[in-house]
């Protein structure tokens, strides 16, 4: 079992920073590959990153590539989200996710087995 708890959400302006933080509490959190997804009210859930149990591989929606990296220190058994350039459109409901790697296809969300309640991002333009 693995609970994850989101942090660093908030308001920001556009052009601006943030970054999201996920803690994982239970075993093996570095056995997990772990993505970000967010759900912008009436909208579907959107993929926006994933990383490998590894940390060596990445994976990143188009509409975040080059604005957002994602990483984690297992030391810590936390995930991070590094959001710049943030535009109003990314204004959504942040939730991390964790799952067995050899389970899940990474873009898809109902494959990953474990979520974290979700943070509130609010991009003001």
């Known amino acids: 079992q693995v609970q994850l708890v989101e942090s660093g959400g908030g308001l920001v302006q556009a052009g601006g920073s943030l970054r999201l933080s996920c803690a994982a509490s239970g075993r093996s959190f570095s056995m997990y590959t772990m993505g970000w997804f967010r759900q912008a009210p009436g909208k579907e859930r959107e993929f926006i990153a994933a990383?490998?149990?590894?940390?060596?591989?990445?994976y990143y929606a188009d509409s975040v590539k080059g604005r957002f990296t994602i990483s984690r220190d297992s030391a810590k058994n936390t995930m991070y989200l590094q959001m710049n350039s943030v535009k109003p459109e990314d204004t959504a409901v942040y939730y991390c996710?964790?799952?067995?790697?050899?389970?899940?296809?990474?873009?898809?969300?109902?494959?990953?087995?474990?979520w974290g309640q979700g943070t509130q991002v609010t991009v003001s333009s």
């Open positions: 996710a964790a799952g067995l790697a050899n389970n899940i296809v990474v873009r898809n969300w109902g494959t990953y087995n474990y």
């Open positions: 990383i490998s149990w590894t940390g060596a591989r990445t």
